[in-house]
């Protein structure tokens, strides 16, 4: 890969900085686009900075002082983005926090950097931020952005973004020179925002980033994938997760392209569509549901039409197989896949809203090989990336023309990567964290004295030169006969099949692999409403004998897709058990992010692993707390069926 | 070449004129949950109003005096009748726009005489010739038909979008959706019900005029709109894009099928074919092609 | 039928929010939007209203609740126009009508929504909901079909009204559907939308949470508060699930076989031995 260009002039750059120079530069050029009122508003450079400008002057007026913390809750709002600008160009912090976190999740960061200013979108935060306030004597202001249900709310210190950039106006007036002034006084090396990262054990800890190590990375990003200001970005993911605020936010500043803001959650399809990004990023989870779906669509679709759809598919994926492989296709392939382009791949991506997209991304988890070859082979350049919170995301990209499912990419411009000794993956780059938030403990496990990060991903470099991760280092395990045993690789042959939404592999010091599953509501539901098989809701269904069967008949495929590599062989499901209930946030088992928390989960879960594992049981009565939308809890139990499956014999003996 | 696409041509413009007759038909079902009976006997209600009037005064002031009339027509119906019969029975309905035809025809004949009228529009009659570059011999059109066409495809085109995008167009299918509920947003019922048949009462002048022109105005003008049955069994009896590609389909496939059946089986198909198709269409999708649900009415 | 009257259960999910009336209080709270008097409805030998009489102040969500057949849908009917008492008066807003009707309770400034879905299930979402803003039309027929300058501005200054109640209800993802293939609660929500788009005084809801499950039933709870807060609309809702209304509403009208047997706040209502009478009487039944 090129050597990446030297920094130029812009060593002195931070995001606000970049704000000013964008409204010089392209003044008229689109910064934000939000859908309001079912039309798309357009925000300009100039219109961003003047906003921001109102915004800044609005928090100066409040008292929100150089080096504080400010917490950001909400959708993808421009104005949100406008007021973490503000608050940087003031020198504060701004730290965005999971808008679907309960009240006490987001008591424990707004405590740890004692925030005084909380911007929220809507009464649904202030109401969670006030059920907590008690917990909290140092939040002094909640603002918001949409004042409906809160006009009459007279909760002291409870104020509206309006509000404040009316002050703000009429601060300007009387000091217009401050915010410059501001601007200037940042430095590169300062603290621009605090992430929190949803660990998947204990309290989150806050990643402290400042804006020279996000600007780096957004820098070489940008660079590999020669973004310009034209791209289009749908900002749809949570903005406290660093990828988004690295899409939306650092490369938005960097490369001074459009960020489009749907009108809300549920119009994302629709919007996607509409704005047709040319710079997307999804993790796998998002690509499989949208597989997911469409294939529940195609199965209702008529016999010819399905048969066309499973033909062009089948072809375009070959002949991208080919293509990614540096070969060409077969004449024939050649010939028909002009048609295959037009009757049905074209129409899908645009179905998808992915029709323009020049660039695509994916990370966080392992993509499943046949997922990763349908976007491929629809025209899609999906690409994978490695990088985490600490690394400002950028660590290992795949150049075009060396996009694989198995590996993660070659090191981006400016990272340094290794393998340690015992086989975990160590990088230094200007993007790394300067250190966890009151936490020199945590800091000192991951940052070494000479400045290299310690991942926690077990892993190693293919002779070609891409990274390739197999599991965490501290989930990858033995069996008790000494086997490999790496649970995410199973669990994600397993949760491709559109049936399986959730999978979790246990085999640690065992004998042999058991695993729990969750099933896919959507498709399963489908499949039994096709069979005329009555369900009355998610348990029901999940416990039905047919259900399992249909199951047991996924897992066996695994099975043999595992017996195929000698390395694999011996880590075959022997039994598993459908889950009563959808693994949640809610209860902790999974992520904010949707992963699932390993060790709580077989914690919470014991009883039934302890079950799949003696071989006398069939069955085993379960109860489980869970957590219900409006914050009660309660707890459900059932007789759940302990599942045998079928295993292969290894193909092949260990060379 | 030259003649299929003469025929083809001819098929689409008497398409034209079918869908604007099944028009008449789906829009005052959609309005008011009835088939209206009474639309011939409107259309010769209509021309021959237009026809009488016209021998006193130029033809569109005559127009503009029978749509009048026609207006009227509507809001003495919905006074008269409409009114005394909310929610009673669709039979109810039905029979009463039985009663309304003959009412016209009597009246009708009553006012204005029962002998073979004219109306002149003033259109060219000689047909003419176009395409003559392309085609070997160019293709023979009536210019006449040709006008006609127009004229019906534009107010086909105009009812659509009125239809669709006009505020009065939405609270019309809000009103043919739920009356109880239309009403208890505002929407006055008796002043929809006047704006449809007025409506439908401009539709059968419109198709009283053309039809008119072409065969004169005489009793059997009434049974011009039978010919919209088969369009609107095709078309679905609550879609308006269903009457428009039902009326092209019947026009179309009769003149074909004149054409090309019509030396193995005789002539005189052009009279039939529409029925026999619409037989067929009733077996295998009874909603018609762009219809919502089954008509139970009827 | 047995309903599931919980008389205990008054404490739900929604009680903090029922501290907001005090801000209510600022607007004139004697003033009465709407009164009854001596309602008596009948039909044929049945009679479903004897002599009910309350009225409903300015501002305040007002209940009326009671056993299937008391008599609740008829009151509603009668305010709305749809019936007319035999004996008895209706003043709304100062006025005395003659003779209410449906198209002179909407002109006035009262809308409802239904028990069972009445929507225009053909037209989408968003027709819907423009078709409630009917009566602010003024644009003629001939403009509006030929799409003229007037109209046109017309309907992008109605469409924006309809906009922010398609945000207010967040139902932005349905908005080209047609009505008709929504799931129930959504359903619900349009019907809401659609008689919130006539911007009334007086908005009548028969039994808005009937057939919801808890969650369905919890959005539209807020749904209701947030439109007194907002449009300032003055709310009189039927349910029969008690612990909902007690929530909700700043009095209660209990009808019982016809009469009124109770009216006051939620808490004198639930203490208030007839009505334990009454919901105890049929919870047995």
Not at chain 1, 84 to 106: C, F, H, N, R, V
Not at chain 2, 45 to 71: C, I, K, N, S
């Amino acid at each position: 890969m090129d050597e990446w260009p030297a920094d130029r002039s812009e060593n002195t750059s931070t995001f606000p900085w970049l704000l000013l120079q964008h409204a010089r530069l392209q003044p008229s050029g689109v910064a934000w686009r939000e859908k309001n009122l079912g039309v798309w508003q357009c925000t300009t450079w100039v219109q961003a900075l003047d906003w921001v400008r109102h915004l800044a002057y609005g928090l100066a007026a409040l008292g929100l002082q150089r080096g504080e913390h400010v917490a950001i809750i909400g959708e993808n709002r421009p104005r949100l983005y406008a007021v973490m600008l503000a608050a940087q160009s003031l020198g504060a912090i701004p730290s965005a926090l999971y808008q679907d976190a309960i009240a006490t999740e987001l008591a424990h960061p707004l405590e740890l950097t004692a925030m005084r200013f909380a911007v929220v979108e809507n009464q649904e935060q202030v109401d969670k931020l006030l059920s907590v306030r008690e917990a909290l004597p140092l939040l002094e202001h909640i603002v918001f952005h949409d004042p409906r249900g809160l006009r009459h709310n007279t909760a002291p210190g409870l104020r509206s973004l309006d509000e404040v950039e009316a002050l703000g106006r009429h601060h300007q007036a009387l000091r217009p020179e401050l915010f410059e002034q501001a601007v200037a006084q940042g430095q590169p090396h300062d603290v621009a925002a605090l992430f929190f990262t949803s660990g998947t054990t204990g309290l989150p800890k806050g990643v402290v980033h400042t804006h020279a190590s996000l600007i780096d990375r957004a820098r070489a990003g940008a660079a590999v994938d020669r973004l310009t200001a034209r791209e289009d970005v749908l900002a749809y993911l949570p903005a406290a997760w660093i990828g988004q605020n690295i899409f939306s936010y650092a490369q938005h500043l960097v490369c001074g392209y459009t960020v489009n803001c749907p009108e809300s959650p549920s119009t994302v399809a629709i919007d996607l569509g509409e704005i047709g990004p040319t710079y997307y990023f999804a993790p796998p989870r998002v690509f499989e549901a949208l597989l997911t779906d469409l294939q529940v669509r195609m199965d209702d679709a008529a016999g010819f039409k399905r048969w066309l759809y499973r033909a062009s598919i089948t072809l375009a994926e070959r002949a991208q197989a080919e293509c990614d492989a540096g070969s060409r296709p077969a004449l024939r392939d050649r010939l028909l896949l002009p048609l295959a382009k037009a009757l049905i791949l074209a129409p899908l991506r645009n179905r998808l809203g992915l029709s323009r997209v020049r660039v695509a991304y994916t990370a966080g988890e392992a993509i499943g090989p046949e997922l990763f070859r349908f976007y491929r082979g629809i025209g899609i350049n999906l690409k994978q990336l490695y990088g985490s919170t600490e690394t400002a995301v950028f660590v290992c990209m795949q150049p075009d023309g060396g996009a694989r499912s198995d590996s993660v990419g070659l090191p981006a411009p400016g990272v340094e990567l290794r393998v340690s000794e015992s086989g975990e993956i160590v990088l230094r780059s200007a993007g790394l964290l300067r250190e966890y938030y009151r936490n020199p403990e945590a800091t000192a496990e991951v940052l070494d004295a000479d400045g290299w990060y310690h991942t926690g991903d077990a892993g190693w470099i293919e002779p070609d030169g891409q990274l390739r991760i197999i599991d965490r280092v501290n989930d990858v395990s033995r069996l008790a006969d000494g086997t490999l045993f790496a649970p995410k690789l199973i669990e994600n042959k397993l949760k491709f099949y559109p049936s399986i939404k959730e999978a979790v592999a246990f085999g640690a010091e065992r004998a042999h692999v058991v695993a729990l599953l969750n099933i896919d509501f959507a498709a399963v539901g489908n499949w039994a409403e096709k069979r005329a098989l009555p369900y009355s809701g998610y348990a029901d269904l999940a416990a039905k004998p047919e259900v399992l069967a249909l199951l047991a008949d996924c897992v066996a495929q695994v099975n043999t897709d595992l017996a195929a590599d000698a390395r694999t062989a011996a880590v075959q499901v022997r039994r598993f058990v459908v889950l009563h209930k959808e693994l949640d946030p809610d209860d902790e088992e999974l992520t904010r992010t949707r992963k699932v928390r390993r060790r709580f989960v077989a914690q919470k879960y014991a009883e039934l692993v302890d079950a799949l594992y003696d071989p006398a049981r069939q069955s085993q009565r379960t109860q489980v707390q869970v957590r219900f939308d409006d914050g009660r809890t309660g707890s459900v139990q059932a007789d759940l069926q302990l599942v045998g499956t079928k295993v292969q014999p290894a193909l092949h003996q260990a060379a | 070449m030259g003649f299929l696409l003469e025929t083809l041509i001819a098929g689409l413009m008497a398409g034209v004129l079918y869908a604007l007759i099944a028009l008449g038909f789906v829009l005052i079902y959609k309005a008011s949950g009835v088939f209206n009976f009474a639309q011939g006997a409107m259309v010769l209600f209509a021309a021959l109003t237009m026809a009488r009037l016209q021998d006193h005064m130029p033809w569109p002031l005559a127009f503009l005096l029978a749509f009048g009339l026609m207006v009227v027509l509507a809001w003495l119906i919905e006074r008269l009748v409409l009114r005394h019969l909310v929610n009673q029975s669709g039979v109810a309905l039905l029979m009463a726009t039985l009663g309304i035809a003959y009412f016209l025809e009597g009246l009708g004949q009553l006012v204005w005489g029962d002998d073979i009228y004219r109306i002149d529009l003033g259109l060219p009659k000689q047909p003419t010739v176009v395409l003559s570059g392309l085609i070997p011999g160019g293709l023979l059109l009536s210019r006449e038909d040709l006008i006609a066409t127009l004229a019906a495809a534009l107010l086909v085109a105009l009812l659509t979008l009125f239809f669709q995008k006009s505020d009065v167009g939405r609270a019309l299918r809000a009103v043919a959706d739920d009356h109880q509920a239309a009403q208890s947003i505002g929407i006055p019922l008796s002043r929809m019900w006047v704006i449809v048949w007025s409506i439908a009462g401009l539709v059968a002048l419109v198709t009283g005029m053309i039809w008119g022109s072409k065969l004169g105005v005489q009793f059997s003008l009434s049974l011009i709109a039978l010919k919209g049955l088969p369009v609107v069994i095709l078309g679905g009896l609550t879609s308006v894009p269903g009457a428009i590609v039902g009326g092209l389909i019947v026009g179309l496939g009769e003149k074909l099928a004149e054409v090309y059946l019509g030396p193995m089986l005789g002539g005189g198909i052009e009279s039939w074919f529409a029925y026999l198709l619409a037989l067929g269409f009733l077996l295998l999708r009874p909603q018609g092609l762009f219809g919502e649900r089954i008509i139970d009415r009827v | 039928m047995n309903h599931t009257m919980r008389l205990s259960d008054a404490t739900g999910p929604f009680h903090a929010k029922t501290a907001e009336p005090q801000a209510i209080a600022a607007e004139p709270c004697d003033d009465v939007l709407l009164e009854l008097l001596d309602i008596h409805l009948g039909f044929g030998g049945i009679k479903a209203l004897q002599g009910v009489g309350f009225d409903v102040r300015r501002g305040e969500i007002r209940a009326i609740i009671g056993p299937n057949g008391a008599g609740k849908s008829s009151l509603l009917n009668v305010v709305g126009g749809v019936y007319q008492p035999q004996r008895g008066s209706v003043r709304f807003d100062g006025r005395n009508p003659a003779r209410m009707h449906p198209a002179l309770a909407a002109r006035w400034g009262i809308a409802r929504t239904f028990q069972n879905l009445a929507l225009f299930s053909g037209m989408s979402v968003l027709d819907n909901i423009m078709a409630g803003r009917s009566l602010h039309m003024r644009c003629g027929l001939l403009a509006q079909a030929l799409r003229l300058g007037p109209a046109l501005r017309e309907e992008i200054a109605q469409r924006e009204v309809v906009e922010h109640l398609i945000d207010f209800l967040e139902i932005q993802a349905w908005r080209k559907q047609p009505a008709g293939s929504l799931p129930y609660g959504l359903q619900k929500r349009v019907d809401l939308g659609r008689a919130l788009a006539m911007q009334p005084k007086l908005l009548l809801l028969d039994e808005p949470m009937a057939g919801m499950n808890q969650e369905e039933k919890e959005d539209m709870c807020r749904f209701i508060l947030d439109v007194r807060e907002e449009f300032g609309t003055t709310l009189v809702l039927i349910e029969h699930d008690m612990g909902v209304v007690m929530d909700l509403s700043d009095r209660v009208v209990v009808l019982d076989y016809g009469r009124l047997i109770a009216d006051g706040t939620p808490d004198a209502v639930r203490a208030d031995p007839e009505v334990v009478r009454a919901y105890l009487g049929s919870d047995a039944a």
